[in-house]
């Protein structure tokens, strides 16, 4: 008894120990040896930037593109955006446990994502856009818990979105576009809550629009454009926008009508459905979303086009009318003798009342 009770105190006097050991391995030095191994993958460096300059006869907090926190001297930031660099990514970028930001936009790394990357639990900012990757998208980038923006765009990634993208739950901003992904939307990207853009054009994704199953208060921009998505747009994904600004569904092949529901979003700026196979009368109830400021749904198989030319004339009109009177008050603003002018006053009042003609017209 007494000795299985001293083995387990051994036990967990090693566990920790080895636990305080280990924390105490990693240090500024860890981190330095990280970057000093990525330094030794670039194999080309156009403007010289860390050869001159990350060097060991330096503190890695000033190293170039280096930020460091305050309190405990480590890496948080790593941005090498646009140097032009020609290398791979080494696995020891995993042991920068601090990071919350790593930005290589712009450059040309290539070959694999190292899954170390994985062990990056405080990362909230990751960007690989504009780069040489061929390879999938790895599905451990769904255990980056704390990520708020994920920008692979530009890049020649193919293979499918993983479905763990969808556990992100503090995701703010995924943009894959202009890749080779193929497959289909995963629904679990629209379950994320904090999603204020989801950008996803040009590339060869398949299959149909998942469904919304929940509000997304705080999506703004959805962008499609350019892929083979099938299917028709879901009857109830305008239910759960409200806060939509940018609709780009075109060039796809969706077919079936534009959802009533539409006028939901009453926040939406650009609606972008040209080139698709979309069908059937235009609900009358676009006219009602009075912050349209770009519609394009050419290329279709709509009935009543007609419908459309009316609401852009009488939108035409009304900002004529708007220019104008904005044209008059500046005029008299320009008079000769400053006692004919209008005070400022005066003025304000006048364009206050434009406005409300504008945005009274609009509705
Ligand atoms: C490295 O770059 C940083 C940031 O541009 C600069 O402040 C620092 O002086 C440079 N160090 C050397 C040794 O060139
Ligand atoms: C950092 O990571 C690499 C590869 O993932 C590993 O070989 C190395 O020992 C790690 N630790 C330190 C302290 O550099
Ligand atoms: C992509 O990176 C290259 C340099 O590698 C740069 O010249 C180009 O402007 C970048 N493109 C975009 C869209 O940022
Ligand atoms: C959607 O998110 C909720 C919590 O935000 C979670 O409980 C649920 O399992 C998620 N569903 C899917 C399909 O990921
Ligand atoms: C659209 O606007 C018209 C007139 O401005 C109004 O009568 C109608 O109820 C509105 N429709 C919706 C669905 O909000």
Same mark, same amino acid.
């Given at each position: 008894m007494g000795k299985t009770f001293l083995n387990l105190a051994l036990v967990i006097i090693f566990h920790f120990s080895v636990g305080t050991f280990s924390m105490e391995l990693t240090t500024i030095f860890t981190d330095q040896s990280a970057l000093l191994t990525l330094k030794d993958h670039i194999i080309y460096d156009p403007q010289n930037v860390l050869a001159t300059n990350?060097?060991?006869? *330096?503190?890695?907090? &000033?190293?170039?593109g280096v930020s460091c926190g305050?309190?405990?001297?480590?890496?948080t930031a790593l941005d090498l955006t646009g140097l032009g660099l020609v290398g791979t990514l080494p +696995?020891?970028?995993?042991?920068? #446990?601090?990071?919350?930001l790593l930005y290589l936009t712009s450059n040309s790394f290539h070959g694999r994502l190292p899954v170390?990357?994985? &062990?990056?639990?405080?990362?909230k900012y990751l960007s690989f856009a504009n780069n040489s990757f061929r390879e999938?998208?790895? #599905?451990?980038?769904?255990?980056? *818990?704390?990520?708020r923006r994920l920008y692979l765009f530009l890049n020649n990634f193919k293979g499918v979105i993983p479905f763990?993208?969808?556990?992100?739950?503090?995701?703010e901003f995924l943009s894959l576009k202009e890749n080779q992904i193929s497959g289909s939307i995963p /629904? #679990?990207?629209?379950?994320?809550?904090?999603?204020q853009a989801i950008v996803l054009g040009y590339n060869i994704l398949s299959g149909s629009i998942p469904s919304v199953?929940?509000?997304?208060?705080? %999506?703004q921009v959805i962008d499609f454009t350019l892929n083979n998505l099938i299917g028709h747009?879901?009857?109830?994904?305008?239910?759960?926008? +409200?806060?939509?600004?940018r609709l780009y569904l075109n060039y796809n092949l969706l077919s079936g009508g534009i959802p009533a529901? %539409? /006028?939901?979003?009453?926040?939406?700026q650009t609606l972008s459905l040209a080139d698709n196979q979309l069908e059937g009368s235009i609900p009358i109830?676009?006219? &009602? %979303?009075?912050?349209?400021q770009f519609l394009s749904i050419g290329y279709?198989? /709509?009935?009543?086009?007609n419908l459309l030319s009316t609401i852009e004339k009488e939108r035409e009109r009304s900002a004529v009318k708007c220019a104008l009177s904005i044209l008059q008050v500046g005029l008299e603003c320009t008079a000769e003798l400053p006692a004919e002018r209008p005070d400022m006053k005066e003025v304000a009042a006048k364009l206050k009342k434009i406005k409300m003609e504008l945005l009274r017209a609009k509705d």
């Amino acid at each position: 008894m007494g000795k299985t009770f001293l083995n387990l105190a051994l036990v967990i006097i090693f566990h920790f120990s080895v636990g305080t050991f280990s924390m105490e391995l990693t240090t500024i030095f860890t981190d330095q040896s990280a970057l000093l191994t990525l330094k030794d993958h670039i194999i080309y460096d156009p403007q010289n930037v860390l050869a001159t300059n990350w060097t060991v006869s *330096t503190p890695v907090c &000033n190293w170039f593109g280096v930020s460091c926190g305050f309190k405990h001297r480590r890496v948080t930031a790593l941005d090498l955006t646009g140097l032009g660099l020609v290398g791979t990514l080494p +696995p020891h970028l995993g042991n920068l #446990s601090f990071l919350s930001l790593l930005y290589l936009t712009s450059n040309s790394f290539h070959g694999r994502l190292p899954v170390q990357l994985s &062990n990056l639990q405080l990362l909230k900012y990751l960007s690989f856009a504009n780069n040489s990757f061929r390879e999938e998208i790895p #599905s451990w980038m769904g255990s980056l *818990t704390e990520l708020r923006r994920l920008y692979l765009f530009l890049n020649n990634f193919k293979g499918v979105i993983p479905f763990s993208l969808g556990y992100l739950p503090k995701l703010e901003f995924l943009s894959l576009k202009e890749n080779q992904i193929s497959g289909s939307i995963p /629904f #679990s990207i629209f379950n994320i809550s904090s999603l204020q853009a989801i950008v996803l054009g040009y590339n060869i994704l398949s299959g149909s629009i998942p469904s919304v199953p929940r509000d997304l208060l705080s %999506l703004q921009v959805i962008d499609f454009t350019l892929n083979n998505l099938i299917g028709h747009i879901p009857k109830d994904m305008f239910d759960h926008l +409200p806060n939509l600004k940018r609709l780009y569904l075109n060039y796809n092949l969706l077919s079936g009508g534009i959802p009533a529901s %539409l /006028f939901k979003c009453t926040e939406l700026q650009t609606l972008s459905l040209a080139d698709n196979q979309l069908e059937g009368s235009i609900p009358i109830e676009i006219g &009602n %979303l009075s912050m349209l400021q770009f519609l394009s749904i050419g290329y279709n198989h /709509f009935e009543d086009t007609n419908l459309l030319s009316t609401i852009e004339k009488e939108r035409e009109r009304s900002a004529v009318k708007c220019a104008l009177s904005i044209l008059q008050v500046g005029l008299e603003c320009t008079a000769e003798l400053p006692a004919e002018r209008p005070d400022m006053k005066e003025v304000a009042a006048k364009l206050k009342k434009i406005k409300m003609e504008l945005l009274r017209a609009k509705d």
